[in-house]
Antibody, heavy 118, light 107 residues
């Protein structure tokens, strides 16, 4: 069974940092592209970042470029999102999502809440 | 960056057909995927590619595309279909993008 489990969310002050993790199981992690997607309270889905299966190709949404860093460790079946210089508008539930080949985001984690507030 | 536009809200009578649309320039080059999200839950993909349903998704869900518009059609809407629906695609730069979402009410 495919499972994606996010962790690392919490309350952080503006300007602070947080590192999210996503533990993957039930599939060959190193074969799949992965993404982070967030959802602010009461708002829609917002794509945050993409990483290729090998980690060699990375994309970011303009809203996080220069502040967030996506990475992965295929040996540990884990995806990460390092978030620096956090702002109030980064407050959201952050989901990791597997991207199946031509299948869209076919599996999602349960999400982890990040709250940026003083 | 590209954008995908959806109607904020749509309603449908129980058992009737409803179409939810998604517009954007990137849809001329890339297929959309569609996601259903119920309150407090993670999104679930219901349609991907040209018109593909993942295992477990009822066949009342279907997808189509023409020009810069992708559509999700529910034929014979059920009460359990009441949810938020999002389209998603990518642009030539590789960036992924979501539409703003459509809240579907089943009357």
């Amino acid at each position: 069974e495919v499972q994606l489990v996010e962790s690392g969310g919490g309350l952080v002050q503006p300007g602070g940092s947080l590192r999210l993790s996503c533990a993957a199981s039930g599939f060959t992690f190193s074969s799949y592209e992965m993404n982070w997607v967030r959802q602010a309270p009461g708002k829609g889905l917002e794509w945050v970042s993409y990483i290729s299966s090998s980690g060699s190709t990375i994309y970011y949404a303009d809203s996080v470029k220069g502040r967030f860093t996506i990475s992965r460790d295929n040996a540990k079946n884990s995806l990460y999102l390092q978030m620096n210089n956090l702002r109030a508008d980064d407050t959201a539930v952050y989901y990791c999502a597997r991207e199946g080949l031509g299948m869209g985001f076919d599996y999602w984690g349960q999400g982890t809440l990040v709250t940026v507030s003083s | 960056s590209s954008e995908l536009t959806q109607d904020p809200a749509v309603s449908v009578a129980l058992g009737q057909r409803v179409r939810i649309t998604c517009q954007g320039d990137s849809l001329r080059s890339y297929y959309a995927s569609w996601y259903q999200q119920k309150p407090g839950q993670a999104p679930v993909v219901v349609i991907y590619g040209k018109n593909n349903r993942p295992s477990g998704i009822p066949d009342r869900f279907s997808g189509s595309s023409s020009g810069n518009t992708a559509s999700l059609t529910i034929t014979g809407a059920q009460a359990e279909d009441e949810a938020d629906y999002y389209c998603n695609s990518r642009d030539r730069s590789g960036n992924r993008v979501f539409g703003g979402g459509t809240k579907l009410t089943v009357l």
